[in-house]
């Protein structure tokens, strides 16, 4: 059924792409959640391609057998072509009862409660101590690092000089010479190292093309190869002209004399000499000199190896240069792992593992939390949802809504507009009587030009009603008048205050000054308790100077 593969391989694609759109609209913020998501995504495209890929066959190479199964749908007895292909379902149902039948539907959507969904176990990929794809782990390459054989000093290296030089070949960094790297421990050791290295990548990034910058490294390394201009495994040369005598020209460390033939650097040259007469050089010169032809020129002789062994630098070389550029596309990760480990060094083994629980306890609740929401935050909402108030009753101080009856009690349910506020509305007597000295209607006065005499204005709302208010307290004034006084007596509202605390309109103040009976005019010693009621007694009967 050929029409049916098509048409499934067409709703597979498509419920690919929407589960692909939904993953995309999410932006989870832990690292976990984020790598979950794009190795969905990576799953997700893979299966596309291979549907795709099924969809094209069809269409190109089943051509023939498409057109007869649509001649055959469409000419005919039309239900004679119905039951045959009933029979053939009811057929491979008897042969497989205990099939699965697939939902496209629900096969892609998104996982409920931090399930694994299509990516797989993510916690499984990486190690505790890559801290999913933040840092490296590189402690067993360290160790084989560390036994490999023609290892001078290398053994006192410790694990943060291995992170700065695990991608360095070539002298100084490394004292590895080129044949003991043609040993089968440094083949595997640089073959293990380039793979966890794009298996990691692969890992952190998902949904990057890699095949195309792994194919770059190739190219890179094969025109290199072809130009001889790989480091540290460029053509070898003899020298024909006595090299006891002179020596060869300087490599290594760029301080002593390099002996060629057995690719040992020497600091005194009387040893160097004292080298050249011994067994084990004079037998590294034969195995040299017989391991193919030389041609020689202006005194010197290429050394061409033989074939076989070529083909095994080129093998070593190659895993060193993709070692080289991995390292160098994830500088970041190089450096996070270099400050953890200076970190982790100050810590003690339990403070470690207490860490890394934390980490996975962060990351799980994280996870399985509804709408991000954890801990106590995630009960306040649920108590929230949970709140029946269909009155739309006020809340109390405790989150819940207040009681009918107190609802009822202070009027609450009585609208009080104020238009000075912007017509703001207050619920019940008691704050729209509070709001004449707050900040809003206070606000509200001063843009309509009305000073700071608010108590002449409550229970005034209309802008009309107060400016037309304002405009009688300033006619008011200019005619002399005061607001609640008498007219012509501007003196009067004024008051004084003697040095006995006593307070009296500025008129009475002046009358006594002048009189001579005001206290501060009386000497201390004269002065008797009750003069001043008589005084005031007498300003009362109207008796003046």
């Not at 098509?6 to 589960?19: K, V």
């Not at 649509?70 to 057929?91: H, P, R």
């Not at 008498?486 to 004084?496: I, Q, R, S, T, Y």
Request: aromatic share 8%; proline share 3%.
């Amino acid at each position: 059924m050929l029409l049916e593969d098509l048409r499934l391989a067409h709703e597979s694609i498509e419920r690919l792409e929407a589960g692909i759109s939904d993953r995309i609209l999410d932006d989870p913020k832990q690292l976990r959640a984020r790598l979950a998501r794009d190795h969905e995504i990576s799953a997700f495209l893979n299966q596309i391609q291979s549907q795709s890929t099924r969809a094209l066959h069809i269409y190109s190479h089943e051509q023939e057998a498409r057109t007869a199964e649509v001649q055959a749908i469409s000419t005919g007895d039309v239900f004679e072509e119905f039951y045959k292909q009933l029979n053939d379902i009811k057929e491979y149902q008897k042969r497989y009862p205990n099939a699965p039948v697939e939902n496209l539907e629900r096969a892609y959507k998104k996982a409920e409660n931090g399930g694994p969904g299509f990516a797989g176990d993510i916690d499984g990929m990486f190690t505790g101590e890559e801290a999913f794809g933040r840092f490296f782990d590189l402690t067993m390459l360290h160790e084989e690092y560390l036994n490999l054989p023609g290892i001078r000093g290398a053994r006192k290296l410790t694990y943060l000089q291995y992170l700065d030089t695990f991608d360095h070949f070539a002298p100084p960094q490394c004292t590895i010479s080129r044949q003991d790297k043609m040993t089968d421990e440094f083949f595997s050791y640089v073959g293990s190292l380039a793979q966890y290295l794009e298996s990691f990548i692969r890992r952190i990034k998902p949904l990057e093309d890699l095949g195309k910058l792994f194919g770059g490294f190739d190219e890179e390394f094969d025109q290199s190869w072809e130009k001889d201009e790989v480091a540290g495994w460029e053509a070898q040369k003899a020298h024909t002209n006595g090299t006891a005598a002179n020596g060869p020209k300087t490599e290594g460390t760029g301080e002593g004399i390099w002996c060629a033939d057995c690719e040992k650097e020497f600091k005194n040259d009387n040893v160097y000499k004292a080298h050249l007469t011994g067994k084990k050089h004079v037998k590294n010169a034969e195995a040299l000199s017989n391991g193919g032809d030389a041609k020689k020129t202006n005194g010197a002789a290429a050394v061409v190896p033989a074939h076989g062994e070529r083909l095994k630098e080129r093998a070593v070389a190659e895993r060193e240069h993709r070692i080289r550029k991995l390292a160098s596309s994830m500088t970041t990760e190089r450096e996070d792992t270099r400050v953890n480990v200076e970190r982790k060094a100050g810590m003690t083994d339990r403070e470690r593992q207490q860490e890394l629980a934390a980490l996975y306890a962060e990351d799980e609740i994280m996870t399985n939390a509804p709408n991000g929401r954890t801990g106590e935050d995630g009960e306040e909402g649920d108590d929230e949802e949970k709140i029946y108030n269909p009155l739309k009753l006020p809340l109390a101080w405790d989150g819940k809504p207040i009681p009918f009856w107190l609802y009822k009690l202070h009027g609450l349910g009585v609208e009080f507009s104020c238009e000075i506020c912007g017509n703001y509305v207050y619920m019940g007597r008691r704050a729209f009587d509070k709001h004449f000295s707050e900040a809003r209607h206070v606000y509200g006065l001063k843009c309509l030009g009305i000073g700071a005499q608010t108590g002449l204005f409550a229970q005034i709302t209309g802008i009309e009603e107060a400016q037309r208010l304002w405009e009688k307290v300033q006619r008011d004034k200019k005619e002399g008048g005061g607001v609640g006084g008498k007219k012509g007596g501007g003196e009067a509202v004024e008051e004084m205050e003697d040095s006995q605390g006593n307070v009296m309109p500025k008129k009475v103040y002046e009358d006594l000054r002048k009189a001579g009976l005001f206290a501060t005019s009386i000497n201390a010693a004269e002065w008797k308790p009750g003069k001043d009621k008589m005084i005031m007694a007498w300003h009362r009967a109207g008796v003046r100077d």
